[in-house]
């Protein structure tokens, strides 16, 4: 199912490079909670519903762009959590700091993850105890690698006085900022050893990533030290958390 998955997100990466190397401007709409959304995620939300439904039509979905209701999906046990296009804010300038992410949560864990980074032609992986990077057809297990000098990464459009107060208290250290789920995917491969986070996540912003990271040996806890957890509620808002080594 893993390579299923990696083929799918690579076929929904070219569908946003299409769209991100059209002559034609970008159309960007707003969203109920003003977030920006563009054809891109949209192609790629369909690409992906299509795809999952002929992997596996018994599990259900919930992507950003069509969260089932509350009453639907309340009582799921085993899902896929996508986030069609993560990093829309990185999609829109151009930077290249953009995902696919697709994590199947099992018993509010999220069990298998495939996080792509089209621009980049670099995609992540994980399962159980075991991720991969690939890149330019080499594909390499990662692992979680201390450093003499730190690297914390931190988000690029999400930074707040909490974090910068956060920062200030840690002991010597270099950081750097980047978009969408790439920042787990920075400490899974042993590049980082920290990604702290104050502001608001959705569940869907998370759960590949975290997939990949806890299966390359990082762990993934809100403030108080509890797993984040990926069950069923009403509400799509993660706590703030940390991703660190073990």
Not at 130 to 153: C, D, F, M, N, Y
Request: proline share 6%; aromatic share 8%.
């Amino acid at each position: 199912m893993l390579e299923q998955v990696c083929k799918l997100a690579k076929e929904v990466g070219n569908a946003i490079m299409d769209i991100y190397h059209a002559d034609t401007p970008v159309q960007i709409e707003k969203k109920s909670d003003d977030s920006p959304v563009t054809a891109a995620d949209i192609a790629a939300h369909q690409i992906i519903k299509a795809g999952l439904s002929k992997i596996d039509p018994s599990i259900p979905q919930l992507s950003e762009e069509d969260p089932p209701a509350w009453e639907e999906r309340q009582h799921w046990q085993r899902y896929w959590l996508i986030d069609p296009l993560d990093g829309t804010k990185e999609f829109i300038k151009r930077n290249g700091e953009f995902t696919v992410n697709i994590a199947l949560i099992d018993q509010g864990v999220p069990i298998l993850g495939v996080v792509y980074a089209p621009a980049q032609g670099i995609l992540y992986c994980g399962q159980g105890r075991k991720a991969w990077k690939e890149e330019k057809g080499h594909r390499q297990l990662i692992r979680v690698s201390q450093a003499t000098l730190p690297l914390i990464v931190i988000s690029r459009s999400h930074q707040d006085a909490e974090l910068q107060d956060y920062l200030s208290q840690m002991g010597e250290h270099e950081t750097v900022a980047i978009g969408s789920s790439l920042k787990f995917c920075l400490v899974a491969e042993g590049k980082a050893q920290l990604y702290p986070r104050f502001g608001p996540t959705n569940i869907w912003d998370t759960a590949a990533g975290h997939a990949v990271a806890i299966a390359a040996g990082a762990k993934v806890t809100d403030w108080k030290g509890n797993t984040l957890d990926y069950s069923p509620r009403e509400s799509f808002l993660n706590p703030g958390f940390r991703v660190s080594l073990l």
